[in-house]
């Protein structure tokens, strides 16, 4: 299932990917059918945190108040989440699921997150309708842990598919729209939005770039654009989660839960720019090897 041989969890369970691939040989499987359950396995598998936090934000929403009272609840859930968040990136690194590379681009992302947090808030865009002791004014400390959440699918997924590039743009060109992208986060509130120029400056820098990735064990690949609206789109039906179980609320969702627009697509495709900046901090992009 992995390329690096020097996580020992992840390269047992490539050992069984083996055995299965051995397996459906032996099958009726269409290859397709195989390879697009591999697909998934993996992408499972680089979500592993995001998914981990996703299951306590939901799962505490709807057990928390059946197992006491609110105001006999020993700790806030919001920092239960906290504690939680803490004690799933201390196990990731213990059982090496994780490097501490991945581990430094996870906390640039809580950093990055949560300032932007603390802006967003104080502009009222969102609130965090519980009370909690671990937080820095009016954002409590789990929320950069979401923002992790994505710099850890996004570091983790280019190991476990083995993703190079191909006409990849120089990378002062990726840092300067990152950097034009994450200031329009905060400036639009005074100014006007750049995000129609953002989005056409990053088709015609992205436009000719493709990634390429392995499923199973035929190598794929995939317009880069298309990679992040579709990451974006997971991102949104995971904000759909997150919200109803009460991790955070837009001002529409504050008399009852209802789905977040579609308009925020754009917000989590423009966010990928960021992470996928982010990551290259640490790793850079690597070619996919043949023709340009």
């Not at 299965?20 to 269409?30: I, M, T, Y």
């Not at 906290?82 to 501490?100: D, F, T």
């Not at 509130?189 to 199973?216: E, I, K, Q, S, Y």
């Amino acid at each position: 299932m992995i390329v690096d041989s020097h996580l020992p969890l992840e390269t047992w369970g490539r050992h069984w990917i083996g055995r299965l691939q051995r397996w459906s040989d032996k099958r009726v499987w269409s290859r397709g059918g195989f390879e697009f359950l591999m697909f998934g396995i993996k992408q499972a598998w680089a979500c592993l945190f995001g998914g981990a936090m996703l299951a306590l934000i939901v799962g505490t929403h709807l057990l928390w108040p059946l197992a006491w009272p609110e105001a006999e609840a020993p700790v806030s859930r919001y920092d239960f989440l906290v504690v939680a968040a803490l004690g799933i990136q201390a196990a990731m690194l213990a059982l090496r699921l994780e490097s501490w590379e991945e581990a430094r681009v996870i906390f640039l992302f809580h950093v990055a997150g949560t300032v932007m947090e603390l802006f967003k808030t104080a502009h009222g865009s969102w609130i965090y309708p519980e009370d909690s002791l671990l937080r820095i004014g009016a954002v409590p400390l789990f929320s950069g842990f979401m923002y992790a959440s994505v710099g850890s699918y996004i570091a983790r997924v280019q190991r476990i598919f083995g993703i190079r590039v191909r006409r990849y743009p120089p990378l002062w060109m990726t840092w300067a729209l990152a950097a034009a992208i994450y200031v329009n986060f905060f400036a639009h509130h005074w100014l006007p939005d750049m995000r129609l120029a953002l989005f056409a400056a990053t088709a015609v820098l992205f436009g000719r770039t493709g990634f390429f990735f392995t499923a199973d064990r035929r190598r794929r690949s995939m317009p880069i654009l298309l990679g992040f609206f579709l990451v974006a789109l997971f991102i949104w039906l995971a904000e759909n989660m997150a919200t109803f179980g009460r991790a955070w609320a837009y001002p529409g969702q504050a008399d009852g839960w209802e789905m977040v627009g579609v308009e925020k697509l754009g917000s989590w495709f423009l966010l990928m720019i960021i992470s996928v900046v982010l990551v290259s901090i640490v790793h850079r992009p690597e070619p996919e090897p043949g023709p340009a």
